[in-house]
């Protein structure tokens, strides 16, 4: 296949889509529930994403020649088992992101006093249904509404007269992090920045750059858009608490489809119920579609055969398996960065052996890294469903740096152990077909 056919991207489009691969009904609603007790600090999570993206600019090039997504290179390297376990890895990742778009969906059905745990059931078979449906070629019309709610946001700090409030953000953002604990500051920002480098959502776009001038200018004003988007979120919800026009008891997923509402009139009016529809509609694009990467995964390694049958089987239980996440709750920024720890802490050390590898550094045996990979991913999902059933279980009070340290320390040792076996051990290697 000739690469250069399908690297057409310019910097401008490529930022485009840089920021869609994150900006999402998770990026808004759960930075403004995590700004409603937070403040600024709230924004954390996007503000590490835009630093991720900066930080991507070392493994760009690296990237953009090898064209081929992590889970190829290592497969090709060690075996195919470590490529299968890999895309395993990034298949349970999606969960966690399918579950937030039926929590998001759920809340902003609130707004118009739906409840919320019927609301997941009907949004996750909706979900369900268009992932079978070829509603993706409309792909174009769920960015396009996202886009229409950046519009909404600035239109609302307008309203609330809060302009010089936002932009005396990236000042008071800073100030605002002493409240959080230093373990769930790490947590938060370590996770995200991490799983941005390695993250296959940007993957597919960086490769598509048309030239390296392209790539980094692309990513640099990637960043930069995503610090304006960071704090905008952050910026109504303060605006709304300081003009007192949140309910009192309103929960903090719910605060922006409440201000679209308020801004429209109300639900029974023509604005508010476009409003409304316009964060709905992408959550039913972004659910469907992670429906129907997931069903990808699991069918192009061949782990069962690529039937309809098969196909119907695996959306059920992905559905299924993010609906039973969705209804057990909690924060939609913990939530996506709990299930993004356990892919960084899995995938990040075999990734870190074929990086010094590659650099000529040390040539680590194919048997030590799939035991790095066995025992990282283990203890990681292990860690996962600990803090899931039961959140205080975690170190230093913070679920997502418990996962990360479980997962790269046994990871580490793992591949440790391996070299060790592999060089001093009399054990004859089960050589794996590449």
């Known amino acids: 296949m000739n690469h250069t056919e399908t690297r057409q991207l310019g910097f401008f489009s490529l930022a485009a889509l840089l920021v869609s691969a994150h900006y999402g009904l998770g990026f808004v609603l759960g930075t403004a529930e995590k700004a409603l007790t937070l403040g600024w600090a709230g924004s954390l999570y996007p503000i590490s994403i835009a630093l991720g993206t900066l930080i991507l600019l070392v493994f760009a090039r690296f990237y953009w020649r090898s064209v081929e997504p992590i889970w190829t290179l290592l497969g090709n390297r060690y075996g195919y088992t470590v490529k299968v376990l890999v895309g395993i890895m990034s298949w349970l990742s999606l969960i966690g992101i399918f579950a937030v778009q039926i929590i998001a969906g759920a809340f902003i059905l609130k707004v118009l006093d739906l409840p919320v745990q019927p609301s997941m059931l009907g949004l996750a078979l909706v979900f369900l249904l268009s992932s079978i449906l070829p509603i993706e070629k409309a792909s174009w019309l769920f960015r396009g509404l996202l886009g229409f709610n950046i519009l909404a946001l600035l239109y609302a700090i307008a309203k609330l007269h809060a302009v010089p409030l936002y932009l005396h953000a990236p000042m008071d953002f800073i100030p605002a992090l002493h409240q959080m604990s230093p373990p769930a500051l790490i947590g938060i920002s370590l996770s995200t920045v991490l799983l941005v480098l390695i993250d296959m ?206 997962g790269m320390g046994f990871g580490c040792l793992g591949l440790g152990v391996g070299e060790i076996i592999e060089k001093y051990l009399p054990i004859s290697p089960i050589k794996e077909e590449l």
């Open 201 to 406: 959502k940007y993957h597919q776009f960086v490769v598509q750059a048309k030239n390296m001038r392209s790539l980094y200018l692309g990513c640099v004003l990637a960043a930069i858009l995503f610090l304006f988007l960071a704090l905008l979120p952050s910026a109504v919800v303060i605006a709304s608490q300081t003009a007192g026009i949140l309910p009192t008891d309103i929960d903090g997923k719910a605060i922006i489809p409440w201000i679209l509402l308020w801004l429209g009139g109300g639900a029974n009016h023509l604005g508010g119920q476009l409003l409304i529809l316009s964060l709905i509609v992408p959550a039913l694009g972004v659910g469907s579609s992670i429906l129907r990467v997931q069903t990808k995964v699991v069918l192009d390694f061949e782990l069962i055969s690529d039937s309809q049958p098969n196909r119907l089987l695996v959306v059920i239980i992905n559905t299924g398996l993010g609906l039973a996440v969705a209804l057990k709750g909690g924060s939609i920024i913990s939530l996506i960065i709990l299930f993004y720890a356990v892919y960084v802490a899995t995938v990040w050390v075999p990734f870190a052996a074929y990086l010094v590898d590659e650099t000529g550094g040390y040539t680590f045996a194919s048997s030590s890294v799939r035991l790095a990979l066995i025992i990282s991913g283990f203890s990681a999902v292990a860690m996962l469903i600990l803090t899931l059933i039961k959140p205080g279980a975690a170190f230093f009070n913070s679920a997502e740096l418990s996962i990360i340290m479980l």
